[in-house]
């Protein structure tokens, strides 16, 4: 839990914390308190054993509160039923007890058994306002066959005319594609490789591109009212990127000729001629062209500007796009590993202007290092001291001619440093995120992740705070990870009319506390909106 000045492990409640297994928490759901006393925080996982089995609980009022089961709880929905908002929960198998969906208003639970061998993980109602039905996504099913139930009145019901799933269900969502709101699955052929379906017309449409991607791997824009993914290409003759326009997935633009084609940075950018598609990445056309930024217009993926190239043949890459306003308006600004944008000399970040690219000062680098260094992984505005300026990071030791570890402020005439910059032992630092985020209305500074010990000689491990003049340990500077790998990033989002600042990697704890292995952000119930 970040609470705007610093990140604390668990929540804030007295009493007991829900006794989960490994797997850990599974489930969380924010719902209007009975009687209208805030909000409740309800938690679900699974059981630690086979004596313990403590599976649901929720805060209320700063206190933890046991609502018990013995199976475990892998999904939460709610609705507002005469005034109040009851909580509905997936309860999976586990030892033979079946699977089933609870319903808790703050009374007694009640609980409706689902059809043999039913594992729930995901609940959603969809239907006409006040005639809604419960649906359940689930990732087992040996008697009917079929992963998505459907409850009418008090009976689960299997989709009439073979209108149900073959394949696990993971989650749930309503997204209105423009003919209103409609019921979506995302269902897993394998692990990896996900398929998006919606109910539309009565049938299940399978709305997957066809990329063959991890999660990892793809990106997501919206753009001019149609959902677009990128992502990697793992076989020659596909498309890099497809939009949903409504009624089905369009391949963009000319398939790739390379087999390793991935698309690391999706961006729609408005430099005042109206919103414009940008994907960055490393990736070679049917052309045989190798760029690392492409503009989308209308009907193919053509190099912004000539495009950007690198000096080693198969390493272009864009790995960040942004924009920024030098005084005259604003403009796109690309970084990653090349070495020319156009036909201009331009060390791993240029601009572009709408009509020509245009370096950065003498741009940032790698001075000494192997030709695989010198890489810009992230850009962010900043609003310091003096003004507004262009944040770049990753991993290079110079810019604009003066050393500068990791991370480098461009001001529109030149670059200079934040201190001594990000450090390990001998070594300059990693940034794999930064992100700009004010905590208190005192003005914003710059989070920063990655790997790297130091930050401004201060030991920070791994997560830093650039305040404007000085560096500080970040929120989860020392945590004790997982594997060794770095902390992952940084994100703030508007939720709820109040920006947050999340945090999410891989650790075992913060600050000496225990903490859940894996955290991950993740927009688990947006509604009406991809």
């Given at each position: 839990r970040w609470d705007g000045q610093s990140m604390a492990s668990g929540a804030p409640a007295s009493g007991t914390f829900p006794r989960f297994n490994g797997d850990g928490?599974?489930?969380?759901?924010s719902v209007l308190s009975p009687g209208g006393l805030g909000f409740d925080l309800h938690v679900g996982g699974a059981p630690e054993s086979s004596v313990v089995r403590d599976t649901w609980?929720?805060?209320?009022?700063?206190?933890?509160?046991?609502?018990?089961?013995?199976?475990?709880?892998?999904?939460?929905t709610s609705r507002m039923e005469a005034g109040i908002e009851a909580v509905y929960a997936a309860r999976g198998i586990y030892f033979g007890i079946g699977g089933s969906v609870d319903r808790y208003d703050g009374g007694l639970i009640e609980s409706s058994p689902l059809p043999l061998r039913t594992n729930?993980?995901?609940?959603?109602?969809?239907?006409?306002?006040?005639?809604?039905?419960?649906?359940?996504?689930?990732?087992?099913?040996?008697?009917?066959?079929?992963f998505l139930l459907r409850q009418t009145g008090a009976d689960w019901q299997r989709f009439p005319g073979g209108l149900g799933l073959t394949t696990p269900?993971?989650?749930?969502?309503?997204?209105?594609?423009?003919?209103?709101?409609?019921?979506?699955?995302?269902?897993?052929?394998?692990?990896?490789?996900p398929d998006v379906l919606a109910l539309q017309s009565g049938h299940w449409t399978d709305l997957d591109p066809g990329l063959s991607r991890s999660p990892s791997d793809g990106t997501i824009a919206s753009y001019r009212g149609d959902i677009v993914l990128a992502g990697r290409v793992d076989a020659m003759g596909k498309s890099v990127a497809s939009r949903f326009d409504g009624a089905q997935w369009v391949p963009m633009g000319t398939p790739m000729l390379s087999d390793q084609t991935r698309v690391s940075a999706l961006e729609v950018v408005d430099t005042g001629a109206g919103p414009t598609l940008l994907a960055g990445g490393n990736f070679r056309l049917s052309t045989g062209a190798e760029q690392g930024v492409f503009e989308w217009n209308g009907s193919d993926w053509v190099a912004l500007g000539g495009g950007v190239t690198s000096p080693s043949p198969g390493f272009t890459i864009v790995g960040a796009i942004g924009t920024w306003n030098p005084g005259t308006g604003d403009e796109v600004i690309a970084a990653g590993y090349f070495d020319h944008a156009g036909t201009?000399?331009?060390?791993?970040?240029?601009?572009?202007?709408?009509?020509?690219?245009?370096?950065?000062?003498?741009?940032?680098?790698?001075?000494?290092?192997?030709?695989?260094?010198?890489?810009v992984n992230d850009l962010k505005t900043f609003n310091g001291p003096d003004g507004e300026v262009l944040v770049a990071a990753g991993i290079f030791n110079q810019a604009g001619g003066q050393p500068a570890n990791s991370i480098?402020?461009?001001?529109?005439?030149?670059?200079?440093?934040l201190g001594t910059g990000l450090e390990n032992n001998g070594w300059v630092g990693w940034v794999s995120s930064i992100e700009v985020f004010d905590p208190d209305g005192q003005g914003e500074r710059i989070y920063v992740s990655g790997e790297f010990l130091y930050a401004g000689g201060l030991a920070v491990d791994g997560s830093a705070v650039w305040d404007g003049s000085s560096w500080s340990a970040g929120p989860l500077a020392g945590t004790t990870r997982s594997d060794g790998s770095a902390y992952l990033g940084w994100t703030a989002l508007d939720l709820g009319g109040k920006r947050a600042l999340y945090g999410h990697g891989n650790f075992t704890s913060v600050d000496g506390v225990p903490a859940v292995s894996y955290t991950h952000l993740r927009a688990h119930e947006t509604r009406h909106d991809l």
């Open positions: 928490i599974q489930a969380l759901r609980a929720l805060i209320r009022q700063g206190t933890w509160i046991h609502l018990g089961g013995e199976s475990p709880v892998q999904g939460f729930p993980a995901s609940l959603a109602f969809f239907g006409a306002a006040g005639m809604e039905d419960l649906y359940a996504g689930s990732t087992e099913s040996f008697s009917v066959a079929e269900v993971g989650d749930l969502l309503i997204h209105d594609f423009g003919n209103g709101p409609t019921l979506a699955a995302v269902s897993y052929l394998s692990p990896w490789y201009t000399p331009a060390l791993n970040i240029a601009r572009w202007d709408g009509l020509a690219w245009h370096p950065l000062g003498a741009g940032i680098e790698w001075v000494g290092g192997s030709s695989s260094a010198g890489l480098a402020v461009w001001d529109g005439s030149q670059w200079s440093r």
